[in-house]
C-alpha cells in the first residue's frame, strides 16, 4: 500500500529537508517504519523504545487523530494521508 | 530584563529566543526560561517597583518574556498602547462562602478584561513578543475567548489578523470576533480539527499564530493571575484554587507563576495552595486520568454547554496531572445541569455573571465542598475567565418575567412581593 506521510517542520532536517515522503505499509506502524527506514533519525524523535508514539507527538490518518482509530494498527488503504504533528495546547 | 532562553520541558534542550514551540530533538513543549539572578533581590524594592507600576498586567514585566520590556516609547503612559489587559477585581464572596459551609472564598474576576475573558493576558504578551520579532500578521486557533482577543488586539495595534473557529461555537462568540474587522474562518468541525489545521498552516505561513508557534510567550501571559492574585492578598497564598482545565495550560501556569514568586521571596508563608482543576464531564479527559490514576490523557471528542473547555486532546494534561496530584488537590468533572446551576449560584451570590467555563468552576467548588474535601478555614480563591454575556443560551429560560399592563392593579396581581412593609 502506498501511503504518504506528511513532516512537521521541526522534523524536517532530519528527513533530508522532505516535507513529505512516500512509503509502503498496510498499517500506521508499518507505514512509519517505512519512514524510519528512509529517515533513520526519525525513529527516535517520533517513538518510545517499544514503539509506541512519544507523549507529544499525534499521528492523524485522513485527518482523524489515530488514537480515536485503532492506535498504531490502525488499517491504511491505498494511497492514504498520514500527517504527523506536534500536540499544542489551545484555548 | 531577565528573559534567557527557550527550553523543552522534557529534556531541557535550550532554543534562542523566536518563534519556536517545539523540541526538535523530542517534541515536548517549549517554555521559556528566566535568569532572576541579576535581578535585585531586595524584596521591598522588587514590591515597590511593581506597586508603582502600571494597573495592568505590564507591571509584571520583569517576569514576562519580552526583550524590550513593557510596550510603547517609555515609561508609564506607554504601557497603556494596545489593549493591555490584567488588574481585574479579586472579590471577597462572603454570600457564596456562606452557601457552601465555608469561611473564606474570593472571586478572581477575569471576565473584567478587555474582551471580556482571561485571553487577553496572553494575547497581550504573545502580540507583543511578535511585534518584537517583526511579525505582521496575528493569528490563532480558538474556542471563541481567544478568538475575541486576537481580533481586538490586531485592532488595537493596527495588525492582520486571521481567526480560526469550529464553525458551530455560540453566537456571540463569533460577532464579538467579527466585528473587530479580523478574517474570521469557521471550520467545520470541532477545536481539536481546527487546532490540527492551524499547526499545519503554521508551517507554511509567516504568521505569528498566538497559541501555536508563539505559544511559549502567549502561555507566559497567565502566570499574571498568579501574581495579581498574590498581590491583591498581601503578598500571600491561598490556601486553595479552583481553575478551569481546557488544554491545562491556564491551570499550571497560574502554579507556576505562585512558584516563581515564592522562589523570590515575594510571597510571604511557606505552604503552596492546593491546585484544582474543573472539567465538564461532556470534556474530561483530565479528570478521568485523574479519577483512573493514570497520567496520560486519553483524547476525548467533546459534547458539553462549555465549549471554551472542549478541547479534547489536551497537550499540557500530564501536567495538569502531576500538578494536582503533587499540590494535594484534584481534578473533577461536572454535568451540563451543574454547570447551569454553577452559573446561577455565583450570580445570585456574587453580581458576577460568568460564562459556561465558569460555572464548570463555581460547579467544582459546589462539588468539593460538598464533599468535604475543602477544610471551612481554608482561603479559597475561584478563578472565573469569562462574562457570561459570551455564552447566553445556557441560561435561557432559566428564570420567569413576570409581563404586566402598566398598571399598579396589574402588577400587585401578577408578582408576589416577597415583603410587605
Same mark, same amino acid.
Given at each position: 500500500?502506498?501511503?504518504?506521510?506528511?513532516?512537521?517542520?521541526?522534523?524536517?532536517?532530519?528527513?533530508?529537508? $522532505?516535507? @513529505?515522503?512516500?512509503?509502503?505499509?498496510?498499517? /500506521?506502524?508499518?507505514? =512509519?517504519? %517505512?519512514?524510519?527506514? *528512509?529517515?533513520? &533519525?526519525?525513529?527516535?524523535?517520533? $517513538?518510545? @523504545?517499544?514503539?509506541?508514539?512519544?507523549?507529544? /507527538?499525534?499521528?492523524? =490518518?485522513? %485527518?482523524?487523530?489515530? *488514537?480515536?482509530? &485503532?492506535?498504531?494498527?490502525?488499517?491504511?488503504?491505498?494511497?492514504?494521508?498520514?500527517?504527523?504533528?506536534?500536540?499544542?495546547?489551545?484555548? | 530584563?531577565?528573559?534567557?532562553?527557550?527550553?523543552?520541558?522534557?529534556?531541557?534542550?535550550?532554543?534562542?529566543?523566536?518563534?519556536?514551540?517545539?523540541?526538535?530533538?523530542?517534541?515536548?513543549?517549549?517554555?521559556?526560561?528566566?535568569?532572576?539572578?541579576?535581578?535585585?533581590?531586595?524584596?521591598?524594592?522588587?514590591?515597590?517597583?511593581?506597586?508603582?507600576?502600571?494597573?495592568?498586567?505590564?507591571?509584571?514585566?520583569?517576569?514576562?518574556?519580552?526583550?524590550?520590556?513593557?510596550?510603547?516609547?517609555?515609561?508609564?503612559?506607554?504601557?497603556?498602547?494596545?489593549?493591555?489587559?490584567?488588574?481585574?477585581?479579586?472579590?471577597?464572596?462572603?454570600?457564596?462562602?456562606?452557601?457552601?459551609?465555608?469561611?473564606?472564598?474570593?472571586?478572581?474576576?477575569?471576565?473584567?478584561?478587555?474582551?471580556?475573558?482571561?485571553?487577553?493576558?496572553?494575547?497581550?504578551?504573545?502580540?507583543?513578543?511578535?511585534?518584537?520579532?517583526?511579525?505582521?500578521?496575528?493569528?490563532?486557533?480558538?474556542?471563541?475567548?481567544?478568538?475575541?482577543?486576537?481580533?481586538?488586539?490586531?485592532?488595537?495595534?493596527?495588525?492582520?489578523?486571521?481567526?480560526?473557529?469550529?464553525?458551530?461555537?455560540?453566537?456571540?462568540?463569533?460577532?464579538?470576533?467579527?466585528?473587530?474587522?479580523?478574517?474570521?474562518?469557521?471550520?467545520?468541525?470541532?477545536?481539536?480539527?481546527?487546532?490540527?489545521?492551524?499547526?499545519?498552516?503554521?508551517?507554511?505561513?509567516?504568521?505569528?499564530?498566538?497559541?501555536?508557534?508563539?505559544?511559549?510567550?502567549?502561555?507566559?501571559?497567565?502566570?499574571?493571575?498568579?501574581?495579581?492574585?498574590?498581590?491583591?492578598?498581601?503578598?500571600?497564598?491561598?490556601?486553595?484554587?479552583?481553575?478551569?482545565?481546557?488544554?491545562?495550560?491556564?491551570?499550571?501556569?497560574?502554579?507556576?507563576?505562585?512558584?516563581?514568586?515564592?522562589?523570590?521571596?515575594?510571597?510571604?508563608?511557606?505552604?503552596?495552595?492546593?491546585?484544582?482543576?474543573?472539567?465538564?464531564?461532556?470534556?474530561?479527559?483530565?479528570?478521568?486520568?485523574?479519577?483512573?490514576?493514570?497520567?496520560?490523557?486519553?483524547?476525548?471528542?467533546?459534547?458539553?454547554?462549555?465549549?471554551?473547555?472542549?478541547?479534547?486532546?489536551?497537550?499540557?494534561?500530564?501536567?495538569?496531572?502531576?500538578?494536582?496530584?503533587?499540590?494535594?488537590?484534584?481534578?473533577?468533572?461536572?454535568?451540563?445541569?451543574?454547570?447551569?446551576?454553577?452559573?446561577?449560584?455565583?450570580?445570585?451570590?456574587?453580581?458576577?455573571?460568568?460564562?459556561?467555563?465558569?460555572?464548570?468552576?463555581?460547579?467544582?467548588?459546589?462539588?468539593?465542598?460538598?464533599?468535604?474535601?475543602?477544610?471551612?478555614?481554608?482561603?479559597?480563591?475561584?478563578?472565573?475567565?469569562?462574562?457570561?454575556?459570551?455564552?447566553?443560551?445556557?441560561?435561557?429560560?432559566?428564570?420567569?418575567?413576570?409581563?404586566?399592563?402598566?398598571?399598579?392593579?396589574?402588577?400587585?396581581?401578577?408578582?408576589?412581593?416577597?415583603?410587605?412593609?
Amino acid at each position: 500500500m502506498a501511503v504518504l506521510v506528511k513532516i512537521p517542520t521541526q522534523l524536517r532536517a532530519a528527513a533530508g529537508g $522532505s516535507a @513529505e515522503t512516500e512509503v509502503s505499509g498496510a498499517t /500506521v506502524a508499518e507505514a =512509519l517504519n %517505512g519512514l524510519y527506514e *528512509r529517515h533513520g &533519525e526519525l525513529r527516535e524523535r517520533i $517513538s518510545n @523504545e517499544d514503539g509506541s508514539l512519544r507523549r507529544f /507527538v499525534n499521528v492523524y =490518518l485522513a %485527518g482523524e487523530d489515530i *488514537r480515536f482509530l &485503532e492506535g498504531l494498527q490502525t488499517p491504511v488503504p491505498d494511497g492514504a494521508e498520514l500527517t504527523i504533528l506536534p500536540a499544542v495546547a489551545g484555548g | 530584563m531577565a528573559v534567557s532562553h527557550l527550553q523543552c520541558k522534557e529534556c531541557k534542550t535550550q532554543y534562542p529566543l523566536e518563534a519556536l514551540y517545539v523540541c526538535e530533538q523530542c517534541f515536548g513543549p517549549l517554555e521559556v526560561a528566566y535568569d532572576h539572578s541579576r535581578s535585585s533581590l531586595d524584596v521591598g524594592e522588587l514590591r515597590r517597583r511593581i506597586q508603582g507600576g502600571p494597573q495592568n498586567i505590564w507591571r509584571y514585566a520583569d517576569f514576562l518574556p519580552l526583550a524590550g520590556g513593557p510596550p510603547g516609547p517609555s515609561g508609564r503612559l506607554a504601557s497603556r498602547v494596545g489593549l493591555p489587559a490584567g488588574c481585574t477585581p479579586l472579590i471577597r464572596a462572603d454570600r457564596l462562602a456562606e452557601r457552601l459551609g465555608l469561611r473564606e472564598v474570593w472571586v478572581k474576576n477575569d471576565a473584567a478584561n478587555p474582551t471580556h475573558s482571561f485571553k487577553d493576558r496572553v494575547v497581550s504578551v504573545a502580540v507583543t513578543r511578535a511585534r518584537e520579532l517583526g511579525f505582521e500578521t496575528i493569528a490563532c486557533a480558538s474556542t471563541g475567548n481567544l478568538a475575541n482577543s486576537v481580533a481586538a488586539h490586531g485592532a488595537a495595534l493596527g495588525m492582520d489578523s486571521y481567526v480560526f473557529i469550529p464553525a458551530n461555537l455560540e453566537e456571540q462568540k463569533i460577532l464579538a470576533t467579527g466585528i473587530y474587522g479580523t478574517k474570521l474562518v469557521g471550520v467545520n468541525g470541532g477545536y481539536d480539527d481546527v487546532n490540527r489545521l492551524c499547526t499545519e498552516l503554521s508551517a507554511e505561513r509567516d504568521w505569528a499564530f498566538v497559541n501555536i508557534n508563539l505559544r511559549p510567550y502567549y502561555a507566559e501571559g497567565s502566570k499574571t493571575l498568579a501574581f495579581e492574585i498574590a498581590e491583591q492578598l498581601g503578598w500571600e497564598l491561598p490556601d486553595r484554587c479552583v481553575v478551569p482545565v481546557a488544554s491545562g495550560s491556564l491551570f499550571t501556569k497560574i502554579a507556576r507563576g505562585f512558584e516563581e514568586w515564592s522562589e523570590l521571596g515575594l510571597i510571604e508563608g511557606e505552604s503552596f495552595p492546593r491546585m484544582n482543576g474543573a472539567q465538564a464531564e461532556g470534556c474530561s479527559p483530565v479528570a478521568s486520568a485523574y479519577a483512573d490514576g493514570r497520567d496520560v490523557c486519553r483524547p476525548v471528542k467533546p459534547d458539553t454547554i462549555a465549549k471554551s473547555l472542549a478541547i479534547g486532546n489536551p497537550a499540557d494534561g500530564p501536567y495538569a496531572l502531576d500538578l494536582a496530584r503533587r499540590t494535594g488537590g484534584g481534578v473533577d468533572a461536572v454535568s451540563d445541569e451543574e454547570i447551569r446551576a454553577g452559573i446561577k449560584l455565583l450570580a445570585e451570590t456574587t453580581g458576577v455573571f460568568t460564562e459556561t467555563a465558569g460555572g464548570v468552576t463555581t460547579a467544582v467548588l459546589a462539588k468539593l465542598a460538598a464533599r468535604g474535601d475543602i477544610d471551612p478555614d481554608e482561603r479559597v480563591v475561584l478563578v472565573i475567565t469569562g462574562d457570561g454575556l459570551k455564552t447566553l443560551d445556557a441560561v435561557r429560560d432559566s428564570f420567569e418575567t413576570y409581563k404586566i399592563d402598566p398598571s399598579v392593579e396589574a402588577f400587585e396581581r401578577t408578582v408576589p412581593e416577597a415583603v410587605t412593609v
